[in-house]
């Protein structure tokens, strides 16, 4: 039987909290933090998951290495629906999806040594003896880029960037086939962050391992992304691949956050979208579109019918080109022109 091109299929995901107050704790309210997303990922590439704090992505990531149980939805990893198997099925699954968390300091334990982190998962998962370890944590050190002597040392003795390395170390240790990234390098300096990029995608191109890459900031993950979801509030609004997420962006959100991207020349004219008013709370979503408080171009439609993701009925030339808006044929006619990206 053939393997499906697909190693990873989201389908109507939601997760849901429950908010709880008062003298007997009894709920008072819900978070709708993921409320319907839906996407598939093929082997070998990479889906940039975008948008806002607070808009769902890094809840999406850890349900799908079920650090969190969904509320609804269905998870299918390599063919297997995730919520149908537990033990032993769940253990091997955890050794092929890991997980690079977005501080390294706070990921990692301050009383063990490096080689002790990085040993770990080799010891829970019973693969090899203590000299054979060793020497697989020498390697996995000179895969990221660090000296075999951060074996013996502790992380607060490594910088923010070091310290991240371990982190990917750490989730490559056991060759996973999907590698979540939760925003890795919005905790690292500017100049830090590209190299923390380029190891990433080395890694990929050495290992072959597929990608989700969760970040808010656009022009990161256009370096990384074969694909690009827009979140916002909960729900994925436009879906498409990366070279068109930034030549013909459809959604109004999406044109606003890439109408924020800095670009390193002062002289460049450039036409910024600034949205109104704040985000939503997730305990309170807007009916309608959830955008439509915000959104410059809302109609009477918008406040009361929530639009969904279909194919965009445009001229673009797109393989897959994915929208959730009333207006979205209409606004790509009178298409502003967008600023010329770094």
């Given at each position: 039987?053939?393997?499906?091109?697909?190693?990873?299929?989201?389908?109507?995901?939601?997760?849901?909290?429950?908010?709880?107050?008062?003298?007997?704790?009894?709920?008072?309210?819900?978070?709708?933090?993921?409320?319907?997303?839906?996407?598939?990922?093929?082997?070998?590439?990479?889906?940039?998951?975008?948008?806002?704090?607070?808009?769902?992505?890094?809840?999406?990531?850890?349900?799908?290495?079920w650090l969190y149980k969904p509320t609804s939805g269905t998870i299918t990893y390599?063919?297997?629906?995730?919520?149908?198997?537990?033990?032993?099925?769940?253990?091997?699954?955890?050794?092929?999806?890991?997980?690079?968390?977005?501080?390294?300091?706070?990921?990692?334990?301050?009383?063990?040594?490096?080689?002790?982190?990085?040993?770990?998962?080799?010891?829970?998962?019973?693969?090899?003896n203590a000299q054979q370890r060793r020497r697989a944590v020498s390697r996995l050190?000179?895969?990221?880029?660090?000296?075999?002597?951060?074996?013996?040392?502790?992380?607060?003795?490594?910088?923010?960037?070091?310290?991240?390395?371990?982190?990917?170390?750490?989730?490559?240790?056991?060759?996973?086939?999907l590698l979540i990234c939760d925003e890795p390098v919005s905790a690292l300096d500017?100049?830090?962050?590209?190299?923390?990029?380029?190891?990433?995608?080395?890694?990929?191109?050495?290992?072959?391992?597929?990608?989700?890459?969760?970040?808010?900031?656009?022009?990161?993950?256009?370096?990384?992304?074969?694909?690009?979801?827009?979140?916002?509030?909960?729900?994925?609004?436009?879906?498409?691949?990366?070279?068109?997420?930034?030549?013909?962006?459809?959604?109004?959100?999406?044109?606003?956050?890439?109408?924020?991207?800095?670009?390193?020349?002062?002289?460049?004219?450039?036409?910024?979208?600034?949205?109104?008013?704040?985000?939503?709370?997730?305990?309170?979503?807007?009916?309608?579109?959830?955008?439509?408080?915000?959104?410059?171009?809302?109609?009477?439609?918008?406040?009361?019918?929530?639009?969904?993701?279909?194919?965009?009925?445009?001229?673009?030339?797109?393989?897959?080109?994915?929208?959730?808006?009333?207006?979205?044929?209409?606004?790509?006619?009178?298409?502003?022109?967008?600023?010329?990206?770094?």
């Open positions: 039987m053939q393997k499906s091109p697909f190693i990873l299929e989201v389908k109507d995901l939601k997760k849901h909290f429950p908010i709880r107050g008062g003298l007997f704790f009894r709920r008072k309210g819900t978070v709708f933090a993921v409320d319907g997303v839906s996407f598939s990922l093929r082997r070998g590439e990479t889906l940039g998951l975008v948008g806002e704090s607070g808009c769902g992505k890094t809840t999406v990531g850890r349900c799908i290495t390599d063919g297997i629906d995730m919520a149908a198997i537990h033990g032993a099925g769940l253990r091997k699954i955890r050794k092929e999806v890991q997980m690079v968390f977005q501080d390294p300091f706070e990921s990692l334990n301050p009383r063990h040594t490096v080689g002790h982190i990085l040993e770990e998962p080799f010891i829970i998962h019973r693969i090899g050190l000179d895969r990221v880029g660090l000296p075999g002597s951060a074996m013996d040392r502790f992380p607060h003795e490594f910088s923010g960037g070091q310290r991240q390395r371990i982190g990917i170390a750490r989730a490559i240790a056991l060759s996973p086939k500017v100049s830090i962050q590209s190299q923390i990029l380029n190891l990433l995608l080395d890694l990929q191109r050495e290992s072959g391992f597929t990608c989700l890459f969760i970040a808010h900031d656009l022009a990161v993950v256009r370096h990384v992304s074969d694909w690009i979801a827009v979140m916002y509030l909960g729900q994925i609004v436009e879906y498409t691949d990366a070279d068109t997420i930034y030549k013909a962006p459809l959604h109004p959100y999406t044109k606003a956050l890439i109408s924020a991207i800095p670009i390193p020349d002062p002289t460049a004219a450039t036409h910024r979208q600034v949205l109104s008013g704040d985000l939503p709370s997730p305990s309170d979503p807007p009916q309608g579109c959830r955008f439509h408080t915000r959104c410059p171009f809302k109609v009477k439609m918008c406040e009361k019918t929530a639009p969904s993701l279909q194919p965009a009925d445009t001229a673009s030339s797109a393989p897959v080109h994915q929208v959730a808006c009333h207006r979205a044929a209409e606004l790509a006619q009178r298409q502003d022109k967008q600023p010329n990206l770094p």
